[in-house]
């Protein structure tokens, strides 16, 4: 059923409540909804974070930041490692099933292929960039659990999370999205704590997770199906 304007009259019915625009927090919001936004967001931030990173040394700004992170307690290494996990590669497919058990199809297929996409794409930044690792530009810089191998910029961890977490966000229910809010910029902390990420990889992987997500939503053919009816919060 189409209203006057040509729109779905069921997708206006099912629209959850939009920030009041009237405020900072919700017009930023109100942007971020819109894949077009996230995807020039997303693609600006990477290329501004990639020509800003040297291959032979750190600015002192990004030393000091990096610093305040890798120098906290090591009695943080067993939670920030559970953290990590939420960034891998692993943590993809772990979602998109948790997603088709709950009957979100169309969820389930964007979670699995940003969450990959954004991966594999990290490897292929790396190649282009070739950042070192934090241990090779800093000296004194604290290496927790397993020594990262490769290269530095981006964090695939970083961008997997962000893909992830900002797929999901829309449809998880209000206890679960303030979860999700504090975990996915917790992932990129907990990479710089171990010592496998600067700020700016950590950065640049958050804007590639970003910029996949929105290319994601916006060729997904469910997406554009707005009258399929509300979905259910995860």
Not at 132 to 160: E, K, Q, W
Not at 187 to 198: D, E, I, N, S, W
Request: charged share 15%; proline share 8%; glycine share 12%.
């Amino acid at each position: 059923m189409r209203g006057p304007a040509g729109t779905c009259a069921c997708a206006a019915a099912t629209t959850p409540p939009q920030p009041a625009i009237g405020t900072r927090g919700g017009a930023r919001l109100g942007v971020l909804a819109d894949p077009r936004a996230r995807l020039g967001i997303g693609t600006a931030a990477l290329l501004v974070t990639a020509l800003a990173v040297r291959r032979d040394r750190v600015s002192p700004g990004e030393a000091r930041a990096f610093r305040a992170v890798n120098g906290l307690p090591d009695d943080l290494h067993p939670p920030a490692w559970a953290i990590m996990q939420l960034g891998t590669l692993g943590a993809a497919p772990v979602a998109a099933g948790a997603a088709w058990l709950a009957d979100d199809r169309e969820l389930a297929i964007r979670l699995l292929a940003s969450g990959t996409v954004t991966w594999a794409l990290s490897k292929l930044v790396k190649q282009v960039v070739r950042r070192p690792r934090p241990a090779a530009l800093l000296t004194g810089t604290r290496r927790r659990g397993r020594d990262a191998a490769g290269l530095g910029y981006l964090s695939g961890h970083a961008g997997v999370a962000v893909a992830l977490g900002t797929a999901a966000l829309p449809r998880l229910s209000p206890a679960v999205r303030a979860l999700t809010l504090t975990a996915v910029p917790a992932v990129g902390l907990t990479r710089v704590y171990v010592g496998a990420h600067l700020p700016l990889d950590i950065a640049g992987g958050a804007a590639l997770g970003l910029a996949v997500e929105a290319l994601v939503s916006l060729v997904t053919p469910g997406n554009r199906h707005a009258c399929a009816g509300p979905r259910r919060e995860l």
